[in-house]
């Protein structure tokens, strides 16, 4: 399906240097970021105690949390959770108290400034918990990564794989470097979108691979940055309108989809403008760099020998 098709090949891998050395700046821009802030982990990972509270009428986010404030808890995350009357506090570990007694101080707190308040549920989430969840965590990354080069590498050749997850990793660093910039907080639904962009931005490297493959064995006259340049040109109709299409509902969730579902939203977000560019400007031009040939991907065509038979 085309709503429209370009006629002339767009000169993609001309500006190859340009889009690798911008990617590079912006990769070590994101590790510095990480490493000098850090990512703001939430109490998934971090421990810490997660109630769940209902009014009787629409809950006022900001008076809860001025309510929680005032108790020395300023980092506590505030948030609608089902609908407008039931509210998710998620209050960081403090040392000094159990979760018991801080659960129940915030609830009388709660009670004081609003006496409909009521407590549906309190969960304790220890820093044990919360370190075998960092620890799964990047083991998940880890094997998705390993699992992403080994499908490349089979389905086309190595020179693919060592491409696709370079640009991939690109995509999830940038994503963190964002969350470590402006100390957004980091909990499992972010995790779980990093995953969803790693997959997401396979799949558009595959089908820009797969023409490449298919543009190898019918353009055999031309070179292999127009060959490429070809491919991408051709995927563009098809990307604009699938990434469009996905990112206006992902927008969508980050508008509407209120605060439990604004940073899920956001990271998907970032990571599919990051993963169409990382596939048609990162991905590509590493594969050039690599040295790729048509010979990788097309067996040359063996000459029948004629065979003539001895005159008696």
Request: cysteine-free; hydrophobic content about 50%; aromatic content about 10%.
């Amino acid at each position: 399906m085309e709503f429209f098709r370009i006629k002339r090949d767009i000169p993609f891998m001309s500006w190859g240097k340009y889009t690798t050395a911008i990617s590079l700046a912006t990769f070590i821009l994101s590790v510095f970021f990480l490493f000098s802030k850090g990512l703001n982990l939430g109490v998934d990972f971090t421990g810490g105690t997660v109630m769940e509270v209902g009014y009787s009428q629409t809950a006022d986010l900001n008076r809860v949390r001025a309510v929680v404030a005032k108790l020395g808890m300023g980092d506590a995350s505030v948030q609608n959770f089902g609908t407008s009357r039931d509210v998710l506090i998620r209050l960081p570990a403090k040392p000094e108290i159990s979760s018991a007694q801080l659960s129940e101080t915030v609830m009388a707190a709660l009670r004081q400034d609003d006496s409909s308040v009521e407590m549906r549920r309190v969960e304790f989430v220890g820093p044990q918990v919360g370190k075998e969840l960092v620890e799964s965590g990047a083991l998940a990354l880890l094997v998705v990564s390993f699992g992403i080069v080994a499908y490349l590498a089979m389905r086309f050749e190595w020179k693919f794989g060592v491409a696709g997850i370079i640009a991939n990793l690109h995509d999830v660093v940038i994503i963190l470097g964002f969350f470590a910039f402006f100390q957004w907080e980091f909990s499992l639904t972010v995790l779980a979108a990093i995953l969803a962009i790693l997959g997401y931005s396979v799949n558009e490297s595959v089908v820009i691979f797969d023409r490449i493959r298919e543009n190898f064995r019918k353009m055999r006259k031309a070179t292999v940055a127009q060959t490429i340049d070809n491919a991408i040109t051709r995927t563009m109709s098809r990307t604009i309108i699938t990434h469009g299409s996905t990112q206006m509902v992902v927008v969508s969730m980050l508008l509407f989809g209120g605060e439990a579902l604004h940073y899920f939203a956001l990271a998907l977000t970032i990571g599919i403008l990051f993963g169409i560019y990382s596939s048609v400007l990162v991905a590509s031009p590493i594969i050039m760099l690599l040295g790729v040939t048509r010979e990788d991907l097309v067996k040359p065509e063996k000459k029948k020998e004629e065979t003539t038979e001895a005159l008696p």
